[in-house]
Protein backbone atom coordinates (compact mmCIF):
# COMPACT_ATOMS: atom_id res chain seq x y z
CA UNK A 1 0.00 0.00 0.00
CA UNK A 2 0.87 3.41 -0.68
CA UNK A 3 2.61 5.30 2.41
CA UNK A 4 2.15 9.29 2.64
CA UNK A 5 3.13 10.87 6.12
CA UNK A 6 3.26 14.10 7.23
CA UNK A 7 5.33 15.24 10.23
CA UNK A 8 2.95 16.41 12.44
CA UNK A 9 -1.00 16.12 12.93
CA UNK A 10 -1.72 19.87 14.63
CA UNK A 11 0.50 22.37 14.85
CA UNK A 12 0.31 25.75 16.60
CA UNK A 13 2.35 28.64 15.68
CA UNK A 14 2.92 32.48 16.13
CA UNK A 15 2.54 35.17 13.30
CA UNK A 16 5.97 35.89 11.90
CA UNK A 17 7.68 32.53 12.55
CA UNK A 18 9.36 29.80 9.82
CA UNK A 19 6.96 26.76 9.60
CA UNK A 20 8.31 24.06 8.08
CA UNK A 21 5.93 21.07 7.05
CA UNK A 22 7.18 17.95 5.84
CA UNK A 23 5.68 15.19 3.66
CA UNK A 24 7.25 11.73 3.10
CA UNK A 25 6.17 8.96 1.02
CA UNK A 26 7.25 5.63 0.41
CA UNK A 27 6.68 4.53 -3.27
CA UNK A 28 9.39 5.80 -5.30
CA UNK A 29 6.42 8.10 -6.65
CA UNK A 30 7.77 11.12 -8.91
CA UNK A 31 4.91 13.75 -8.31
CA UNK A 32 4.53 15.37 -4.80
CA UNK A 33 2.07 18.29 -4.23
CA UNK A 34 0.59 20.16 -1.63
CA UNK A 35 -3.06 20.93 -0.85
CA UNK A 36 -4.67 23.51 1.62
CA UNK A 37 -8.19 23.37 2.32
CA UNK A 38 -10.52 25.52 3.65
CA UNK A 39 -14.39 26.10 4.57
CA UNK A 40 -16.02 27.55 1.46
CA UNK A 41 -13.02 27.52 -0.77
CA UNK A 42 -12.58 23.83 -0.80
CA UNK A 43 -9.26 22.01 -1.68
CA UNK A 44 -6.36 24.53 -3.73
CA UNK A 45 -2.98 23.64 -5.24
CA UNK A 46 0.11 25.39 -3.77
CA UNK A 47 2.97 23.69 -5.07
CA UNK A 48 3.48 20.04 -6.38
CA UNK A 49 7.48 18.73 -7.94
CA UNK A 50 7.63 16.27 -10.66
CA UNK A 51 11.60 15.65 -9.42
CA UNK A 52 13.82 16.33 -7.01
CA UNK A 53 14.89 20.04 -7.12
CA UNK A 54 12.23 20.63 -9.39
CA UNK A 55 8.97 22.86 -8.22
CA UNK A 56 6.25 24.31 -10.31
CA UNK A 57 3.43 26.81 -8.99
CA UNK A 58 0.05 25.94 -8.23
CA UNK A 59 -3.19 28.04 -8.33
CA UNK A 60 -2.46 29.69 -4.83
CA UNK A 61 1.51 29.57 -4.14
CA UNK A 62 1.99 33.78 -1.95
CA UNK A 63 3.44 32.93 1.16
CA UNK A 64 4.83 29.89 0.22
CA UNK A 65 7.71 28.07 -0.73
CA UNK A 66 9.07 24.50 -1.35
CA UNK A 67 12.15 21.92 -1.00
CA UNK A 68 12.56 18.42 -2.37
CA UNK A 69 16.26 17.62 -1.96
CA UNK A 70 15.29 13.93 -1.90
CA UNK A 71 13.01 11.89 -4.10
CA UNK A 72 10.72 11.19 -1.29
CA UNK A 73 10.23 13.87 0.87
CA UNK A 74 8.70 16.94 -0.05
CA UNK A 75 9.09 20.13 2.23
CA UNK A 76 6.34 23.25 2.33
CA UNK A 77 8.14 26.21 3.87
CA UNK A 78 5.76 29.23 5.22
CA UNK A 79 8.48 31.96 5.48
CA UNK A 80 6.60 34.23 7.64
CA UNK A 81 3.58 32.60 8.90
CA UNK A 82 0.34 34.42 8.97
CA UNK A 83 -3.11 34.24 10.18
CA UNK A 84 -4.71 34.08 7.19
CA UNK A 85 -2.49 30.75 6.70
CA UNK A 86 -4.11 28.95 9.65
CA UNK A 87 -5.50 25.63 7.56
CA UNK A 88 -5.49 22.37 6.94
CA UNK A 89 -2.46 20.97 4.71
CA UNK A 90 -2.58 17.68 2.59
CA UNK A 91 0.24 16.18 0.66
CA UNK A 92 -0.09 13.76 -1.76
CA UNK A 93 2.25 12.08 -4.25
CA UNK A 94 1.60 10.42 -7.22
CA UNK A 95 3.52 7.45 -10.06
CA UNK A 96 3.02 9.98 -12.81
CA UNK A 97 1.26 12.93 -14.78
CA UNK A 98 -2.72 11.61 -14.45
CA UNK A 99 -2.40 8.90 -12.21
CA UNK A 100 -3.50 8.36 -9.10
CA UNK A 101 -2.76 10.62 -6.48
CA UNK A 102 -2.42 9.30 -3.01
CA UNK A 103 -3.04 11.85 0.33
CA UNK A 104 -1.82 11.96 3.87
CA UNK A 105 -3.47 12.50 6.82
CA UNK A 106 -3.16 16.62 6.82
CA UNK A 107 -1.91 18.97 9.24
CA UNK A 108 -4.06 21.50 11.03
CA UNK A 109 -2.01 24.39 11.30
CA UNK A 110 -3.01 27.14 13.60
CA UNK A 111 -1.19 30.72 13.16
CA UNK A 112 -1.77 32.76 16.49
CA UNK B 1 -10.22 27.20 -16.12
CA UNK B 2 -11.97 23.35 -15.59
CA UNK B 3 -15.25 23.60 -13.48
CA UNK B 4 -16.51 20.97 -11.17
CA UNK B 5 -19.55 20.73 -9.70
CA UNK B 6 -20.80 17.68 -7.34
CA UNK B 7 -24.68 17.19 -6.36
CA UNK B 8 -26.26 17.15 -3.55
CA UNK B 9 -24.11 19.26 -1.94
CA UNK B 10 -26.04 17.27 1.35
CA UNK B 11 -27.61 14.04 1.82
CA UNK B 12 -29.11 12.81 4.81
CA UNK B 13 -29.96 9.00 4.74
CA UNK B 14 -31.27 5.81 7.01
CA UNK B 15 -28.73 2.91 7.53
CA UNK B 16 -29.73 0.67 4.61
CA UNK B 17 -30.78 3.03 2.13
CA UNK B 18 -28.85 3.50 -1.43
CA UNK B 19 -27.70 6.90 -3.09
CA UNK B 20 -25.96 8.28 -5.76
CA UNK B 21 -23.63 10.76 -5.97
CA UNK B 22 -23.04 12.89 -9.43
CA UNK B 23 -19.69 14.61 -10.21
CA UNK B 24 -20.25 16.83 -13.40
CA UNK B 25 -16.96 18.90 -15.22
CA UNK B 26 -16.66 21.37 -17.85
CA UNK B 27 -13.63 19.88 -20.18
CA UNK B 28 -12.14 16.70 -20.89
CA UNK B 29 -9.79 14.92 -17.83
CA UNK B 30 -7.18 12.45 -17.81
CA UNK B 31 -7.69 11.78 -14.36
CA UNK B 32 -10.67 11.29 -12.03
CA UNK B 33 -10.84 10.67 -8.56
CA UNK B 34 -13.30 9.80 -5.41
CA UNK B 35 -12.90 10.23 -2.01
CA UNK B 36 -14.03 9.75 1.27
CA UNK B 37 -12.90 12.41 3.80
CA UNK B 38 -13.22 10.74 7.32
CA UNK B 39 -13.68 13.00 10.23
CA UNK B 40 -9.95 13.55 11.28
CA UNK B 41 -9.75 15.12 7.65
CA UNK B 42 -8.33 12.17 6.08
CA UNK B 43 -9.00 11.23 2.11
CA UNK B 44 -9.28 7.68 1.33
CA UNK B 45 -9.40 7.22 -2.37
CA UNK B 46 -12.47 5.39 -3.26
CA UNK B 47 -11.81 4.88 -7.10
CA UNK B 48 -9.39 6.15 -10.08
CA UNK B 49 -11.76 6.30 -12.91
CA UNK B 50 -11.02 8.52 -15.88
CA UNK B 51 -13.66 6.07 -17.73
CA UNK B 52 -16.04 2.92 -17.17
CA UNK B 53 -17.03 1.54 -14.39
CA UNK B 54 -15.56 -0.19 -11.30
CA UNK B 55 -16.71 -1.56 -8.08
CA UNK B 56 -15.40 -2.26 -4.72
CA UNK B 57 -17.94 -4.27 -2.37
CA UNK B 58 -20.99 -1.50 -1.44
CA UNK B 59 -19.71 1.26 -3.71
CA UNK B 60 -18.98 1.36 -7.61
CA UNK B 61 -18.65 4.64 -9.70
CA UNK B 62 -18.92 4.93 -13.35
CA UNK B 63 -17.42 7.86 -15.61
CA UNK B 64 -19.32 8.95 -18.83
CA UNK B 65 -16.08 11.01 -20.22
CA UNK B 66 -18.11 11.57 -23.78
CA UNK B 67 -21.12 13.14 -21.66
CA UNK B 68 -18.09 14.77 -18.75
CA UNK B 69 -19.81 13.28 -15.72
CA UNK B 70 -19.01 10.71 -12.94
CA UNK B 71 -21.56 9.01 -10.73
CA UNK B 72 -20.73 7.33 -7.40
CA UNK B 73 -23.26 4.67 -5.66
CA UNK B 74 -23.35 3.49 -2.46
CA UNK B 75 -25.67 0.32 -1.77
CA UNK B 76 -26.89 -0.50 1.78
CA UNK B 77 -25.79 2.38 3.58
CA UNK B 78 -23.79 2.44 7.27
CA UNK B 79 -23.40 4.87 10.01
CA UNK B 80 -19.42 4.44 8.35
CA UNK B 81 -20.18 5.72 5.47
CA UNK B 82 -20.98 9.63 6.77
CA UNK B 83 -18.67 11.83 5.94
CA UNK B 84 -17.82 14.60 2.83
CA UNK B 85 -17.41 12.52 -1.06
CA UNK B 86 -15.18 14.73 -2.90
CA UNK B 87 -15.14 14.27 -6.33
CA UNK B 88 -11.46 15.33 -8.16
CA UNK B 89 -10.71 16.07 -12.39
CA UNK B 90 -7.07 16.01 -13.14
CA UNK B 91 -5.78 18.30 -16.58
CA UNK B 92 -2.22 17.53 -16.69
CA UNK B 93 -1.51 17.02 -13.45
CA UNK B 94 -3.38 19.16 -11.30
CA UNK B 95 -6.68 17.71 -9.72
CA UNK B 96 -9.45 19.83 -9.30
CA UNK B 97 -11.43 19.32 -6.62
CA UNK B 98 -15.44 19.53 -6.40
CA UNK B 99 -16.99 21.33 -3.17
CA UNK B 100 -17.90 17.79 -2.17
CA UNK B 101 -21.29 15.81 -0.86
CA UNK B 102 -21.40 15.97 2.62
CA UNK B 103 -23.40 12.44 3.32
CA UNK B 104 -25.00 11.68 7.14
CA UNK B 105 -26.07 8.00 7.83
CA UNK B 106 -27.91 7.40 10.78
CA UNK B 107 -28.94 4.26 12.24
Known amino acids: DVKVTQSSRYLVKRTGEKVFLECVQD?????MFWYRQDPGLGLRLIYF???????EKGDIPEGYSVSREKKERFSLILESASTNQTSMYLC???????????FGPGTRLTVL | GIQVEQSPPDLILQEGANSTLRCNFS?????LQWFHQNPWGQLINLFY???GTKQNGRLSATTVATERYSLLYISSSQTTDSGVYFC?????????FGTGTRLQVFP
Open chain 1, 92 to 102: ASSSGRGNEQF
Open chain 1, 27 to 31: MDHEN
Open chain 1, 49 to 55: SYDVKMK
Open chain 2, 27 to 31: DSVNN
Open chain 2, 49 to 51: IPS
Open chain 2, 88 to 96: AVGHTDKLI
